[in-house]
Each structure stands twice: as C-alpha cells, then as structure tokens.
C-alpha cells in the first residue's frame, strides 16, 4: 500500500506555495548561461549557449518586464501568485539582471581567451597589425561609410530614432575652428555584420604566413572608431560611449480590428517604436554628461541604464559560431529517418495506415512531416488538406507544399497565427503567398492564440474518403527541428481524424464542438481533463494502489494544476516532473510536496516536447499507464487563452516509445540535469564524464514506433 507523505499537511493557502513566475524564467537562463561556462561544451557551443542567453534576456525585458511597468503605469494593484506588486517583482527581476549580466560578461572573457588559444580571435583595435589596419580602412571605405547616417545634435539635427536592439555610438566633440562642443549620435545599420572577418595574412611571396589558419574577427564599433575621423574631419573626439536599446515589443490587440492582417501590419510597426525599456551602456567610457543627454532624448530614466562591463548586444555572437571550425563545435551525429518508413518506399500513408507511428525530432529527421505534405501535395487521390501555422522558417517546405497543392487544384486551408510572438511580419507573408495561390486562409480568433500543431490529409481510397492527421509538440519550422526536441506523431484512427476535422472546423467556423471522442482542447476542457487525471492518481492511493505521476513540459505556472499537484503529494502520489523552464511549484517541501521532484535539462538540444503519464493504479512505466503527448504547458495562458490539443496514445508501440525510451531516459539523465529546490534554486546533478545523457541516449539509440524490418515484416499494401 502506497504511504502517505506526511501526517501534518500544510494548508493550500499562503501564496509562499508558489515561486514567483518571472524570477523562475531568469533562473532558467541562468541553467542556459552555466551552459556557456561548461568545459565539457566545445568552445562554439558554449559561444552559442552565450548568445542565447542574451537573446533569451532581451526577449524577457521586451515582453514580461515591459509589461510590469504597464501595470504600475496604469495603477494596477495586481498581484503576483506568490504575493508580489510589480514593483516588488521589478526591484528583484533588476538586482537578478545585473547578476547575470556580470555574470554573462565574466563568461565572455574567459571564453574568448579560451578561443583565442583555439585560433579564434576576436581583435580589440589595438592588436591590430599595421596592414589590418590599412585593410580595415579600406573595407570601412567601401563597405560602411556609405550606410552610415552620423548626425551632430543641434536644433536643425534632432536626436534620431534608435529602433529595438539599435546600437549607436553617442560622441562629445569639439569642432577645431570654432571650439564649440557638439553631441553626435551614429546609428548602427542593422543590415551590417556585428563582427568583420579580417583576411588571412600573407607573405610577399603570396604564400600565407605562420597562423594563417587562424580566424580573426574586429566587432563593428571597433571599425567605426578607427575611422571616426572620416566621419568628422577637423574635429576633436573628447569622449564616447556605445549604447543598445530594448524597447516594449508586446502587442496590444484591438478585438474588433476589421482586418486582421492589416491591424497587425500596423502594429508591428508600431513595435519597434515602443517604449524605452532598458539601455545597454558600455560602462568604459561613460560619460555622465553623455548619459544625461542620452536620458532626456529617450525618455529614460537612471534606473532603465544596465551598466555592461564588456560587450553589449551578446545575442550578436551567434555570428562567430558560423565560423568554419568544425573542430569547435559538437561532434555531428546521423540523424535518422524513420525504417517503417523507409520500408513502405517513402509512401507516408501506407506507413501510417499500418500502424500509429511517433517520430523523435531531432534524432529523427523533421523531413518525414514534409515528405507528409509533399506527398498530399502531388498524390492524386488526395481532395483536401487543412493545416495549422504558428511558427515556420523562411522558404518554408511546408508552405510550399501548401501552395503547390492548391496550385493543383486541392482545396488547402491553412490556419495562420498571426500572434506568434515575434513571427508575425513572417507569417503576414505567408498568409498573403497562400491566398495568391488560391488557399483559404484565416487567422483564427482575435481573442485567443492558435497554438495546436495540426495537419489533416483527406484522400479517395476505393472509392471512400480516409484521413490522416498529424499532430505535433514542435512548430512546422526544419530550422528548429533541428535543435529542438519535439515529437510527431501520425495516425489514421477515425475518431482522432474525425476530432481533428471537428477542430478545423472550430478554428474556421467560431462553433465549438459538441463532443470529441478522444482529442482534449483547450480552452474548452484540458484543464478539468488534467485536474481529473490527478485527482484519480489520488483516488488510487486512497484506495490502496499505487498514485504515479510523470510529465514533462517547459514550464509550469497554473495555480489550479499546482494545487492539484500539492494535494495528490499529500495523498502520497510519486510525482516526477521535468520542466526545462519557468517552474512556479516548490517541491520537497513536508507536508505539501515531500513527494514531488522537479528536475528542468538543459543539454545540446532545447527540450519542446510535451508528455504526461499517470499510472491508473498500475505505477510507472506500465503498459496499463496512460500517455498523452500534448502541444501544451500547464500554464494559464495555454489553458485559457489558446487553442491546444492534447492526444492519448494508445498504441503499443508509440505507448512504449514516450513512456518507456523517452520519459525513463529523461528522468535518468545526469549530464544535463538540474534539480529544483524547495527554495527556488537549482543544484546541478553531480556527475563525471561518463554520466548518463538522456540526449547522448536518443542520438545513437532508434525509437520504438519508428523501427521496421527489425521488429517484424510490415504489411504489404
């Protein structure tokens, strides 16, 4: 009989149960920034892991800490789940910033001498060798002096506009003639590379020197102020700074726009307009008169200044990670396309009409999902296709496969989410490139986001129509299938291809339907569905079985589930969690959470995919456990104000894939994992060299689902 956690449970009251939601995202780039510092990273890998963290930091300050500052504009009195004002979460989302920014800085300096040794250099002005030198002035000739726009404040020169992100030098001269002191400001063109590779160095001979091999790169500020003076001819520089802007780059949606697409032109423009949030400012050369007049022209004030000890603008040196250094970078790995694929000679349908099938990005290949729609493009026995879009790449496969089947002739409709954060320009684009070729396109509703991944093929076999749908955890994006982990999973069950039909129609038509067979939706009812699901794990303890729960998500955040979670732990239920972000449930705590751990991995590859596994009174793995793949997290956001789905896997195979392989893996993993502490912190698991990665594990070990031949001859068609 399963025990109890605790005799003395803790009341489900005090908003301490909670941690508070933004400081738990800027621990999570934390995990992503001790990505950066460990040695076991090559040296690219953890250049890159550096620039994501200063990406992820921009995104947070653009969106969650702008939307803060809303709050006390307009004189919200709301609180945090945990208890905060936002001025209380403000004060401690800054004191966090600046650690991690110290700390973003203090992993730049060692990283770029550890590059340097590695024949990698990024080259301060004043290493230069005298021909580099004559090089990069005659690159700065031709190559930036015709964009750059140097404008010397006075009333006939206003202060110009700096978009987000913009990085401009602000300069206090003095004209020679007239001794008279000017301010000016050069705005960094966007369009310009961060950082200049300089040419390998040669002999007289022709022939290159000692070292040649190596790279050397100068950041573009570097350019700039070697050649200032052709910029400002009979001047004197007295002193200079470089600063970078991050502006509110949320939306706000009008619910009654009458065009959609072009509201959301409209206000993407407007996005990059938005209010100062926070100026980078190269702290070794301020000067406090520059930072003066700098605040006045933007509207800031002191405490929107983040003073950076080194380089600002980290999220520019995910250029240096194209260098050609193999050697630098992870060892490559082969990744897989599906046998029982394969064994039906590329034929998507045959395959999936044999059996359920889940591929595993990125150990196995995102092309099967475009060979999918490829096929439904060209096959001549398929009438219509219906598809969801929130995020995609440039010259996306799978647009083109969407256009070209309704080039065709087949009746395409695609769903595009006009609110995905940051793709909007994109998916406008597309949007416009589908209806040219004769899809129907909508957009959803205004009022909430779609976020479900769902393809529905329909095809005429022996006379009758038969479907097959896709649903999956990931974007339809190659670019980050190739990074994120994520599943796919096909199927050819009448009731989920039915329930998908009756989702398109609820996307297209506004109605809701009455009743699906085995497809959960939010925000009609996902979240009863996961709270029932809990509190029958409960049920089981109380009756004397075992109470299991596995899921795995990238955040965590809902009170309602957390709460649920809480009283399934005090029931005594076995609790195993693996969330890769924002985690807002304190676990290991007596007599509310004792039975609950919580371990967030962060490794090569970003964890997407979302599982959930509840033991049904057999415990965990079981074949008589209950599986879901989901495109959801448990938070708010996804419950109420988006369209999700969640699908219960009920093959054998494709149940053993998630439950056994994937979650058993994840839940052994040393390499990449930390593990959350009740008071908020993350220890990383101690391990060697040798320690298990889950990662490492899916690279060289084939899915279940996935496999042909080797466990057992197919059917034939």
Request: one cysteine or more.
């Amino acid at each position: 009989m399963a025990q109890k956690s605790s005799k003395k449970r803790v009341a489900l009251q005090h908003p301490g149960r909670f941690i508070n939601r933004e400081l738990s995202w800027l621990a999570f780039n934390e995990r992503v920034l001790e990505e950066a510092a460990n040695p076991q990273n090559p040296p690219l890998e953890r250049l890159r892991f550096l620039s994501i963290s200063g990406t992820n930091l921009d995104e947070f300050t653009m969106v969650r800490v702008a939307g803060l500052m809303d709050n006390i504009r307009m004189g919200s009195v709301l609180l945090s789940d945990d208890g905060l004002t936002s001025q209380e979460q403000l004060a401690r989302i800054a004191d966090r910033t600046r650690l991690i920014v110290a700390r973003q800085q203090k992993v730049w300096s060692a990283l770029r001498a550890e590059l340097a040794d590695n024949g990698v250099h990024i080259v301060e002005s004043g290493s230069l060798t005298p021909s580099e030198k004559k090089w990069l002035e005659t690159y700065f000739d031709e190559n930036i002096f015709p964009i750059l726009t140097p404008i010397a404040i006075d009333p006939a020169h206003p202060f110009p506009f700096l978009p987000n992100l913009g990085i401009a030098q602000l300069s206090l001269f003095a004209r020679s003639r007239r001794k008279e002191e000017l301010i000016a400001v050069i705005p960094f063109p966007p369009k310009l590379p961060r950082f200049i590779a300089l040419p390998v160095p040669m002999k007289k001979d022709g022939t290159p020197k000692k070292n040649a091999g190596d790279h050397r790169f100068v950041a573009l500020e570097d350019v700039i102020d070697l050649n200032w003076a052709s910029l400002f001819p009979r001047a004197k520089k007295l002193a200079s700074t470089l600063l970078r802007i991050v502006r509110d780059s949320d939306l706000d949606i009008e619910e009654e726009a009458e065009d959609l697409v072009r509201h959301f032109e409209r206000a993407v423009k407007r996005r990059r307009r938005g209010r100062v949030i926070r100026i980078d400012l190269a702290a070794a050369a301020a000067s406090p008169h520059l930072l003066q007049f700098m605040l006045s022209q933007l509207q800031a004030k002191p405490e929107d200044v983040l003073s950076v000890q080194g380089l600002i603008g980290l999220s520019s040196l995910a250029e240096l990670y194209d260098c050609a250094r193999a050697d630098l970078k992870y060892p490559p790995y082969n990744v897989r396309y599906p046998e029982r694929i394969t064994d039906y000679s590329g034929d998507c349908f045959a395959a999936i009409e044999a059996k359920d099938i889940v591929v595993h990005h990125p150990f196995e290949s995102f092309d099967v999902v475009v060979q999918f729609l490829r096929q439904a493009a060209q096959d001549k026995d398929v009438v219509s296709i219906k598809q969801t879009l929130y995020r995609t790449s440039d010259n996306s496969p799978i647009v083109q496969a969407l256009i070209e089947a309704a080039e065709s002739g087949k009746s395409v409709t695609a769903l595009v989410e006009l609110k995905a954060r940051f793709d909007e320009e994109a998916n406008i684009r597309w949007a416009r490139d589908l209806e040219r070729a004769g899809a129907q396109v909508v957009f959803g509703f205004v009022h909430l986001k779609t976020h479900t991944k769902v393809s529905l093929v329909t095809r005429r076999v022996d006379g009758k129509l038969r479907s097959y749908v896709h649903f999956g955890t990931g974007n339809y994006h190659p670019a980050t299938a190739k990074i994120y982990t994520d599943l796919s999973f096909f199927t050819c069950d009448p009731a989920l291809c039915h329930d998908a039909a009756q989702l398109f129609n609820y996307l297209t038509g506004y109605t809701p339907p009455r009743s699906l067979a085995k497809l959960i939706i939010a925000p009609r009812d996902l979240r009863n569905k996961l709270l029932t699901l809990i509190e029958n794990e409960s049920a089981m303890v109380r009756a004397g079985k075992p109470g299991v729960i596995w899921a795995k998500m990238n955040a965590l955040v809902d009170p309602a589930i957390i709460d649920a979670l809480y009283r399934a732990s005090q029931e005594g239920v076995k609790i195993d969690l693996v969330v890769r972000g924002i985690c807002c449930l304190r676990p290991g705590v007596a007599g509310m959470s004792e039975t609950i751990r919580v371990r967030s991995i962060v490794g090569r590859f970003l964890e997407h995919a979302r599982v959930f596994c509840f033991g049904a009174g057999h415990g965990l793995p079981s074949p008589q456990g209950k599986v879901f793949m989901s495109s959801a997290d448990w938070m708010p956001r996804n419950f109420d104000w988006r369209v999700e789905a969640m699908i219960p896997v009920e093959n054998e195979t494709v149940h053993a894939q998630l439950m056994d392989q994937i979650m058993v893996a994840d839940l052994r993993d040393e390499k990449n994992s930390w593990l959350l502490q009740s008071d908020g912190s993350y220890v990383h698991v101690a391990c060697g060299r040798d320690a298990f990665s889950a990662h490492e594990y899916f690279m060289h070990n084939p899915s279940l689902s996935g496999r042909g031949k080797a466990l057992g001859k197919p059917k034939t068609r």
